[in-house]
């Protein structure tokens, strides 16, 4: 079974400091691991996955990720945060493949305060 | 390219009723899945479609079933609805390339549904 926990339900930063929301994972087999974004009344939007390859992933918005297997973690960063980047944001593991069964964490609400 | 469209988008039901949700995926999409987002539970994965047929099933009562069209579009269904079945009901949709290769899903604005 996979699993993905998210430290941290709600994070407060000012206007231009990093952003850093963790999360960490169990998984099986070799996990695909995805961030995704959401703001109010809208469904989720990806930032940024990781398959194979790079363990450094870069997406969208300036946020990247790295994936630390003998850590199981996948946190998500962003060097100065704007205040369009409050949202809830969430970290979530896939088996691949044709499994398209995402688990999701529960969840990182983001303030970011002027 | 128009994105993932559900309707309706808020929806209010009472206890006992039943309820069909509606999910268009975007063109060329073969794959569709919903899930359940509530505050105490989080988002929740309910089943996948792909090709008209379910390929996947989370862990929801038998009172929760969908079904895929050939044109891709897909429904989920909800009967004797209780309280605890208000949530967002998201549909997200993926196209299936050949080789089963995972590819990224993209999710729809959702339907609100109230349970009264």
């Known amino acids: 079974a996979q699993s993905v926990t998210q430290l941290g339900s709600h994070v407060s930063v000012s206007e231009g400091a990093l952003v850093l929301l963790r999360c960490n994972y169990s998984?099986?087999?070799?996990?695909?691991l995805f961030w995704y974004v959401q703001y109010p009344n809208q469904g989720l939007q990806l930032l940024l996955k990781?398959?194979?390859?790079?363990?450094l992933v870069k997406g969208i918005n300036g946020f990247e990720a790295e994936f630390k297997k003998s850590e199981t973690s996948f946190h998500l960063t962003k060097p100065s945060a704007h205040m369009s980047d409050a949202a809830e944001y969430f970290c979530?593991?896939?088996?691949?493949?044709?499994?398209?069964?995402?688990?999701f964490g529960k969840g990182t609400l983001l303030t970011v305060n002027p | 390219k128009a994105g993932v469209t559900q309707t309706p988008r808020y929806l209010i039901k009472t206890r006992g009723q039943q309820v069909t949700l509606s999910c268009s995926p975007i063109?060329?999409?073969?794959?569709v899945s919903w899930y359940q987002q509530t505050p105490g539970q989080g988002l929740q994965f309910l089943f996948e479609?792909?090709?008209?047929?379910?390929?996947n099933k989370g862990n929801f009562p038998g009172r929760f079933s969908g079904r895929q069209f050939s044109n891709s579009r897909s429904e989920m269904n909800v009967s004797t609805l209780e309280l605890g079945d208000s949530a967002l009901y998201l549909c997200?949709?993926?196209?299936?390339?050949?080789?089963?290769?995972?590819?990224?899903?993209?999710f729809g604005p959702g339907t609100r549904l109230t349970v009264l």
């Open positions: 997200a949709s993926s196209l299936q390339l050949a080789g089963g290769l995972y590819n990224e899903q993209f």
């Open positions: 979530a593991v896939s088996r691949g493949g044709s499994n398209y069964k995402l688990t």
């Open positions: 990781y398959t194979t390859g790079a363990t």
């Open positions: 998984s099986s087999v070799p996990p695909y």
């Open positions: 479609y792909f090709s008209e047929t379910q390929r």
């Open positions: 063109s060329g999409h073969r794959s």
